[in-house]
């Protein structure tokens, strides 16, 4: 089946400093990409999406590149608050046993410092 | 009030014993799910449910069972609930993706311990 792999945590930055965590994913066919965020003490919420190669999902100043040749998604901010701070997650959709679900990766706690 | 609603938030067990985690939503989804979340292993599913007369198992559903009661409900029992059970358990819905491509809603997860 698919998979997921993303970057270790934990991340600190101090505030305004450049956010990237890594995601790659190994996938037959052409996954639909996301990242979710979970904020402390609450349920994963959808960060953003890509559904096809080159494709860019951003939101909230966040942004990911779907890119096939090096089948990565990395979630990037050009300017951390501390209000980022919380669990990424990458995921990508899974087709096997011909139903669509989820598959997460591992998760990265960023905490932003003032 | 929440669109998908996880009851008990926060439960201490002891191992053997059976116990229930609810779940609820008004987002009027025909889809729902159970994942558990494990630190250094994110999040992992355990039973879906596509409509009321539909379940399926998950990639960890052994010790645990389900039952969708009504399209806006959806139960996850543990049966003897052991220690390596702890963990934080997640209910998310979904609707059937048309156009775009699948977006889960949480619950905002129920703390299970196992002592």
């Known amino acids: 089946g698919n998979s997921v792999t993303q970057m270790e945590g934990p991340v600190t930055l101090s505030e305004e400093a450049f956010l990237t965590i890594n995601c790659t994913y190994t996938?037959?066919?052409?996954?639909?990409l996301f990242w979710y965020v979970q904020y402390p003490g609450e349920g994963l919420q959808l960060l953003l999406k890509?559904?096809?190669?080159?494709d860019k999902g951003s939101n909230k100043g966040f942004e990911a590149t779907y890119r096939k040749e090096t089948t990565s998604f990395h979630l990037e901010k050009g300017s951390v608050q501390v209000s980022d701070s919380a669990v990424y997650f990458c995921a990508l959709s899974d087709w096997e046993g011909g139903s669509e679900k989820l598959v997460f990766g591992k998760g990265t706690k960023l905490t932003v410092n003032p | 009030d929440a669109d998908v609603t996880q009851t008990p938030r926060n439960r201490i067990t002891k191992t053997g014993k059976r116990i229930m985690l609810e779940c609820s939503q008004t987002?009027?989804?025909?889809?729902m799910y159970w994942y558990r979340q494990d630190p250094g292993l994110g999040l992992r599913l355990i039973y879906y449910s596509f409509d009321v007369k539909d379940i399926n198992k998950g990639e960890i559903s052994d010790g645990y069972s389900v039952s969708r009661q009504a399209q806006a409900k959806f139960s996850l029992s543990l049966e003897s609930a052991i220690p390596n059970q702890t963990a934080l358990y997640f209910c998310?819905?979904?609707?059937?993706?048309?156009?775009?491509?699948?977006?889960?809603?949480f619950g905002q997860g129920t703390r299970l311990t196992v002592v």
């Open positions: 996938a037959t066919g052409y996954p639909s």
């Open positions: 890509a559904t096809k190669a080159d």
């Open positions: 998310a819905t979904s609707d059937l993706p048309l156009d775009s491509p699948l977006k889960l809603f």
């Open positions: 987002k009027g989804h025909d889809r």
